[in-house]
């Protein structure tokens, strides 16, 4: 079993429309969890962070986090055109300090 | 306020050279860690330094070494190399360890071919 699970799409969405993205773990202990957006040719930028069970949000942007369940998820609302791009999870694994990254999931918001 | 710079951006290597890439991180960022970024793999874990210590390392095999000096930078080698290791070698620095030790600055990374 992979430590982060993702659907790798690609995912369609028309714009305006609600795009949700989905992440699983397999460490129980993990405490710290990220979504990273990355545009083709470019390098990953954080987004979001979540440390506590629930919701997070921020701007157009909302994290969910449910640790029973070890599953982190990340809604778009209102998508544009310009959120097209590789959403990667990342998870802090255990307490080794080190940050494992799912394998993205392509996402396409259509005018 | 700079980003993490990394260089070269570009290279080719031929199959058994060795390579070495280098890192600066961002002004006042001590942990840098690097990345394997390949279309099959994803993004995958080869080590993280914080003041000149390897703190962590990613399941590589040992020709993937790499050093961070005094001042933060860090510099990454890869010796024998092998075409599998043709990949987006991606840099990211952030400021301190804990809780938010994955909020990470990445580097435009360095995208080596090998032949």
């Known amino acids: 079993q992979k430590e982060v699970e993702q659907n790798s799409g690609p995912l369609s969405v028309p714009e305006g429309a609600i795009a949700s993205l989905n992440c699983t773990y397999s460490?129980?202990?993990?405490?710290?969890f990220f979504w990273y957006r990355q545009y083709s040719g470019k390098s990953p930028e954080l987004i979001m962070s979540i440390y506590s069970n629930g919701d997070k949000e921020d701007g157009r942007f909302t994290a969910q986090l449910n640790k029973a369940s070890q599953y982190v998820s990340l809604l778009i609302r209102d998508s544009q055109p310009s959120d097209s791009a590789t959403y990667l999870c990342a998870v802090n694994v255990g307490g080794a300090q080190k940050l494992v990254f799912g394998q993205g999931t392509r996402l396409t918001i259509n005018p | 306020k700079a980003g993490v710079t990394q260089t070269p951006r570009y290279l080719i290597k031929t199959r058994g050279q060795q390579v070495t890439l280098s890192c600066s991180p961002i002004s006042g960022h001590r942990s840098v860690s690097w990345y394997q970024q390949t279309p099959g793999q994803g993004l995958q874990f080869l080590f993280e330094y914080f003041s000149e210590t390897q703190r962590n390392k990613g399941n590589f095999p040992g020709r993937f070494s790499g050093r961070q000096f005094s001042n933060s930078r860090s510099e990454m080698n890869v010796s024998t190399l092998e075409l599998g290791d043709s990949a987006l070698y991606l840099c990211a620095s952030k400021l301190q360890r804990g809780r938010n030790t994955g909020e990470l600055f990445f580097g435009e990374g360095s995208r080596l071919t090998v032949l």
């Open positions: 460490d129980r202990v993990s405490q710290s």
